[in-house]
């Protein structure tokens, strides 16, 4: 049985970067997708804000359904559409939302509705991930859940169902949580968290990047690749 042999030293750089960013509304995630090669930057919005990128040109298409998604699927799958090197869903966790209102129309049964939520939202996922040679970042929103034994609050991406949220951060090589800190003068500063504590979820498996980076897709991408 005949089977292609690769290497693991060029896959960042063969397959893009995968990400899946997570944080509180207006910290700055829709923000966030503005830091990349804008002319080569296209951006799936499902929020419906995008004013904090009324300054730059970037392509968009609002997604207002699961066909929609499919259609941006097919559309970035095409020759046209591979011009673009990085894709930004945003959000995943307002997607799911959108899928499992759908759902509910059609199934008397909540569980199997998000059940059905969970699969569809978990191969799309897949789909856009697996795509060659793009860096594809999802956003997500904030779950904040409260530690029975220590009494502290935990933070990872949200999506509706349980199922769905713990299982996402699995299908991605980078997890990262975007934060904000307020310097000695009271201003906020964004930055992104890449490995877990005792509270936020997040993880980095190129290794390259400090626990703490700077909010820009540009730098993440330059570090984890070597580009000086």
Not at 32 to 46: F, M, P, Q, V, Y
Not at 94 to 100: F, G, I, K, S, W
Not at 136 to 152: F, M, N, P
Not at 168 to 187: C, H, K, S, W
Request: glycine share 6%.
């Amino acid at each position: 049985m005949a089977f292609d042999l690769s290497s693991t030293k060029n896959t960042a750089t063969l397959n893009g970067l995968k990400m899946l960013v997570y944080g509180a509304a207006g910290v700055g995630k829709t923000t966030l997708c503005g830091t990349s090669d804008n002319e080569k930057t296209i951006i799936l919005s499902a929020e419906g804000g995008m004013l904090s990128l009324s300054g730059k040109d970037i392509a968009m298409a609002e997604i207002r359904s699961m066909d929609d998604l499919r259609d941006a699927f097919h559309y970035l799958s095409s020759n046209e559409g591979r011009k673009y090197e990085w894709v930004c869903l945003d959000s995943i966790s307002e997607m799911a939302e959108v899928c499992l209102s759908y759902e509910k129309t059609k199934e008397k049964n909540p569980m199997r509705a998000y059940m059905t939520t969970q699969d569809t939202i978990t191969s799309l996922v897949r789909a856009f991930r697996d795509m060659p040679a793009r860096n594809v970042v999802i956003t997500a929103k904030l779950d904040r859940s409260q530690d029975q034994e220590t009494g502290s609050m935990l933070y990872a991406p949200s999506c509706p169902g349980n199922k769905l949220a713990q299982q996402l951060p699995y299908l991605f090589d980078i997890v990262l949580a975007l934060r904000t800190q307020a310097d000695e003068e009271g201003n906020l500063r964004r930055f992104l968290q890449t490995q877990t504590d005792q509270q936020w979820s997040a993880k980095d498996r190129s290794g390259k990047l400090d626990m703490f980076e700077a909010a820009d897709l540009t730098e993440l991408y330059n570090k984890i690749i070597g580009v000086n």
